[in-house]
């Protein structure tokens, strides 16, 4: 596990016991992390949830296109990241699958 991502996990147990929520918000592209967290959940009683936002990836090369011709987003995705992310991620579990929100870009939510 990256240094960070022990940082958030050391941090999240107090987060966690004090108001029930941890909210790990960095490399969470692999399970090996993923998998810590779901740990720290379980040890203090929390219920894990875990959100999955998906979109086309034509959709995500056009959005961050648009991004960089406006100049005025401080997000720090480029094309480079994106296909970094694509390449390098573990798919969900089926454990992670049963704690899962998928949210889906580019679909209309009444048809999901």
Do not use: K, Y
Request: glycine share 8%; net charge neutral; with cysteine.
């Amino acid at each position: 596990m990256p240094p960070r991502c022990r940082r958030h996990w050391r941090g999240g147990r107090g987060l966690a016991d004090a108001s029930g929520v941890s909210l790990p918000f960095e490399d969470v592209l692999h399970q090996r992390h993923r998998a810590a967290f779901l740990e720290l959940a379980s040890a203090v009683g929390a219920r894990p949830l875990i959100l999955e936002c998906r979109a086309p990836e034509p959709l995500l090369r056009r959005r961050i296109g648009e991004r960089a011709l406006r100049q005025d987003d401080a997000s720090e995705a480029t094309v480079s990241v994106l296909e970094h992310q694509l390449g390098n991620h573990d798919p969900l579990t089926e454990q992670e699958r049963a704690v899962a929100f998928s949210l889906r870009a580019g679909t209309d939510p009444a048809q999901a």
